[in-house]
């Protein structure tokens, strides 16, 4: 090419130089032409004849004799190209909350606890959160479901206290028996003992219910003396990650929970048993994978509170006294393994401070979650 076309060419792409920046503004402009930006408002060219501007472009090309000539072009007014905000969106208050709620015998000293705390949890979101959009869905998780006494039943719209057990003419469907199903009719002894009429039939709590912490109190009281805990089961169930292959989508169209994971909600776990996790498949990695994997990944946009035996410390609330026995994988789980996870005892007179401290962390979680 000769000296002058080569000149030719630079002017040519001098021109079109704002156009280019436009176009490809952090990109390269070909093989032979070179484009740098060394910072967003100024750069530095090595040219025969310098000019100050908020932007400047160097250029360079050379022949087969090596010899080499640089031209530097600017335009006074040229704005920087807007890229729009590019602040996360955060969670706009929307947290998916599950709660897995053991039904052993001993859970008869517990549960009503969990439901005194639940209006102070209530609270302590509005505190945190202004104007939030929750969606809790409750699992007794088991997949078990049966009236051993049907004066158990509430409601004889719903069963036939006088009923054959153990069934007792309960009109249930596939989903009662679903594993990580949502809970609305739970069945054991201390439980409601009727279907929770929920809006929109759904099997999940939403601002549609009127009154939160009544729709809450029925679903928490699942009953005791009902099956063995199962609680990841139910939760990876639940937000679609089962441990055991399943064609069942129970978040999709048609399914039990239709509706219940949002891709652009944080998820809240709240896992409350008396005894040590040995119920469930896997292990702390195959949940800590499966939970993450459920929200693409990220691993703020996953919280959980378990409340549980605290049996494996020293000095302990439910055996005091005693020396601290063999660890609880839950914990291993909630502060090994999890990025945002807390252990609490059972024990413990009430539960009300436990939900307050997680609600206080969610603010800056919401603040910083990007949907995915």
Not at 126 to 146: N, R
Not at 189 to 207: E, K, M, Q, V, W
């Amino acid at each position: 090419m000769s000296r002058h076309a080569g000149l030719v060419l630079l002017f040519l792409a001098g021109c079109n130089a704002a156009v280019s920046a436009d176009a490809t503004p952090f990109g390269s402009v070909g093989s032979d032409v070179a484009t740098s930006h060394a910072s967003p408002t100024t750069s530095s060219t090595s040219t025969s004849t310098s000019t100050s501007t908020s932007t400047s472009l160097s250029t360079s090309t050379s022949d087969e004799s090596s010899s080499s000539t640089s031209l530097d072009t600017s335009t006074s007014a040229a704005p920087m190209p807007d890229f729009g905000d590019v602040a996360p969106l955060g969670c706009q208050g929307k947290i998916d909350i599950i709660f897995a709620i053991s039904t052993e015998y001993p859970m008869k000293d517990y549960q009503p606890r969990l439901i005194a705390a639940f209006p102070e949890f209530a609270q302590a979101l509005e505190d945190e959160l202004g104007d939030f959009d929750l969606h809790v869905l409750v699992t007794d998780s088991s997949f078990v479901w049966g009236m051993g006494d049907c004066s158990q039943c509430q409601d004889p719209d719903d069963c036939d206290p006088f009923g054959e057990p153990n069934l007792c003419s309960a009109k249930i469907d596939e989903c009662d028996t679903t594993m990580g199903s949502g809970e609305t009719f739970s069945s054991g002894i201390g439980s409601s003992g009727r279907r929770c009429d929920l809006a929109g039939g759904r099997r999940y709590i939403t601002n549609e219910d009127e009154d939160l912490v009544e729709a809450f109190t029925c679903l928490a009281r699942v009953g005791y003396a009902v099956a063995t805990p199962q609680p990841f089961d139910s939760i990876l169930a639940a937000v679609g990650k089962p441990l055991l292959e399943s064609d069942v989508d129970l978040n999709g169209p048609g399914g039990c929970n239709e509706g219940f994971l949002r891709d652009d909600a944080l998820l809240l776990l709240v896992i409350i048993q008396n005894s040590y996790e040995y119920g469930s498949l896997g292990g702390p990695y195959q949940w800590r994978k499966a939970l993450y994997a459920a929200k693409g990944g990220d691993e703020d946009a996953v919280i959980a509170l378990a409340i549980t035996a605290d049996n494996d410390l020293s000095p302990n609330l439910c055996a005091p006294g005693e020396p601290a026995a063999q660890p609880n994988r839950m914990r291993a789980f909630m502060e090994e393994y999890l990025k945002h996870g807390t252990i609490e005892s059972i024990c413990s007179p009430s539960y009300g401070d436990f939900f307050k401290n997680v609600a206080a962390q969610l603010p800056p979680l919401c603040d910083q979650f990007i949907p995915r």
